[in-house]
Structure formats: structure tokens, C-alpha cells
């Protein structure tokens, strides 16, 4: 059974880019354009990986972390944030709502590639 | 700076004013007709020489490129009455250009202030910017931007189809970064990202915005301290002619970029409220492309 991913980003470009790069690999991709459409996919669903911005309309993406980490069965989600922000202040915010890994933009798709096959085993 | 040579091109109404400004600079001035021009006429040791476009920009284009080839160590002032395409900016590369249509009685403090070191950016932050800026986007979409940087004030033209606007404001600076193009020029860029796929218009000009974030994120990369940041605001989207008015301090700096393959333009306004580089050994920013596990 493919394993599902998650593309929460407001850029019609990345979602995009990641999900035909993601699907090329083997995974299931499913997308959402902020924070808000991002966890109500997650209440109906389980993805086994969730790929986040940060600065997205609406929702700030370490909120949308917090909140995602606190819905049932997301507690032990991976989470990756791909975005421009480098400081390690934020990335410090970020580890504190339970992001993963890091990668700031652009991703290099092998190195995004072992480090999701670390996390999924795939 | 005195003793210093700079020469005056202009038309011969335009000369007196022209010369009259650099004398106040303190250089030795020799004024030369724009229609008498030679490039013999800039011995070595010329430090300066300063432009007018006046009634004839085609004109200006031919000497500063002229100049960039056969004296490129002599930096060139460029006066435009108007403000020109950005692809003569990133063709002909002047250091300095001074609006006199915009502020003429200001124009030239910005100028002077360059000369004299004063105020502004030091330039091997201008150069580290430019440099992150290129590389970034030329890693993340394949477009490769020759960029330079202006100590203007200045205005622009938006005449493409595709533009998006990216407003930014931080601890210590403001401003904004502009991606334009035509749509042929965005969805070559998109179908190396996304190949298979006919994007519409709003996609490229969030592919646009894509860019100018990026181009955001190596900015604050080059120019922030590690404890600061800056606030992206909500791109601004524009499918029609418009025009911008920068109003720059001498700390102010304009970087304009073309793209020819492409024929995609980038444009960065940033103004400091103060202006600190830092320690390029400094790694206290992550890493673009890299996965850093938190």
C-alpha cells in the first residue's frame, strides 16, 4: 500500500512541483493551499507524512504544526517544513510544535527523497 | 576626491547643468558634447564620467557600453530624464543613475555620498546580496538573472503581462521584490518544474510570486543578523501597465536583474533603517536545499 503525503503550501507552483515529484516516487500526494483546508483533510484522513510552509495566508504554518499535532493519531506524524525561513530562531519555534526536519527552498529532491524514505522506510 | 578627472557627456543644453554638478562634487571637469563623443577622449585615470541621456537614450546606451569595454575600470554616472527598460539597466551596468526628473535637486547627494563612501551599502554586501540572490534562483527555477545594484532614486515602467509584487518589512529594513515577465517566458520556467502541464495565468503569477519569495529568502539570508527576520506581506498581483516611484535614502538600493533566455525581470527595493553585514562565517542560518533535522 502506497504511503500517503501531505503538500500544505499556498503556492499553486510548489504544490504542484511536489506532487508530481512525490507521485514520480511511489507516493500517494495530496494537497492543500493553508493551514485551515490542511487539517480538515486531516481529520478525515491519515497521511503518513505532512510537507508544510511557513508563511501561507491565513494560518501561520507552526500554528498549523500545533494544531496538527494535537489531532488524533497525528501526535508521532512526521512533519517537514519547506520554506525560505533559515533563522534558527524560527526553526527553534518550529521544533517546539513538533516539526521533523527542515529544508529551506529549494528542496533538492534527492536529499528531500532520503530523508522521507528515513522517516517512512520506504 | 579633488583632482580627480570626471567628464561630462550631454547635449550642450544639458552640459553647463551637468558640469556644474560635478564641479560642486569637486572634480576636474571636462565637458564633452554628446555629439562630439569619442572614447579616446577618457584618458586613464579618469575616475568618473557621467552621462546625460537627454533627448537621445539610444545615444547614452552606445557610450556606456563603449566605456564598459574599453575602459571598464571608470564608473559611470547615468542621468536619465525618465525612467529606462530594465533590460538596458542590465545591459549597460551603470554604477550610479541619477533622476532629474524625479528629485533634481536631490538626485546628486546619493551620488556624492557613493563617491565619498558615505552612506549606502558596503559594497562587498551589495556583492554577497547579488551573489545569494542569483545563485538561488538560478538553483530553484533554472533561470539565470544578470543582476546589478543602483544607488537610485528611481522610478519603473511595468509594461509586462506577468508581475507580481512581494512586500517585506523587517527589523531594520522595508521594501519589496518584483517578478515580471510574459507568460512565454514564465511557463518555459513552469514546465521545468512541472513538466507535462499548460499552466494558466493566475499560475504564473504565483510562479512569479514563487520567485520573488525565494529571491526574499536569500536577501534576509545575505543581509540580516541571525537573531533578526523580516514579515513577508501578501503578494500583490498586476496583469496590467503600471508604474513605481522608489524614493530611496542613500541607504536605499535598487537591484534590477534580467533574465535574457527567459526574458523574465527581477527587481529588489530595500531601504535600511541601518545597515550591518553579517560574518559571512557566521552559520547560524540553515542551509538552502539541505534537510536539517530539528
Redesign the interface.
Known sequence: MKKTILVVDDSATVRQQLSVFLSGNGFQVESADGGDSALNLCRSKKFDLVITDLNMQGMYGITFIGQLKKLPGYAATPVFVLTTESTRDVMEKGKAAGATAWNVKPFRPDILMKGIQKVLGA | MNGRVAIAIANEASLPRVTSALSALGFDVRATPINTWDVTHVPDGTYVVAIDEGSCPSAAVKILMELRRERPGVRVIWIVQRDVSLHSFAECQPDYVVSDAIDPDRGWDDVAARLQGKGGMADVLVDRLLESVRE?LD???GVSFSLHALYVRAASDIETTVTTLLPFMGDTCGGHLLVSGEPAGFTDV?QR???G?EPEL??LQ??A??MA??A???V??ALLQ????IT?G?PIYMTKSTSLLYRATSSGIVIRGYAPESRLSLEVFLKFADVTATDPSDD???????????
Open positions: 538561488g538553483n530553484a527555477f513552469w518544474l512541472v513538466p502541464t493566475w499560475e504565483d510562479l510570486g514563487e519569495n525565494l526574499l529568502g536569500r534576509s539570508d541571525p537573531s533578526s527576520s513577508m501578501l547560524s542560518r540553515a542551509l538552502g536545499g539541505v534537510l536539517h533535522w530539528i
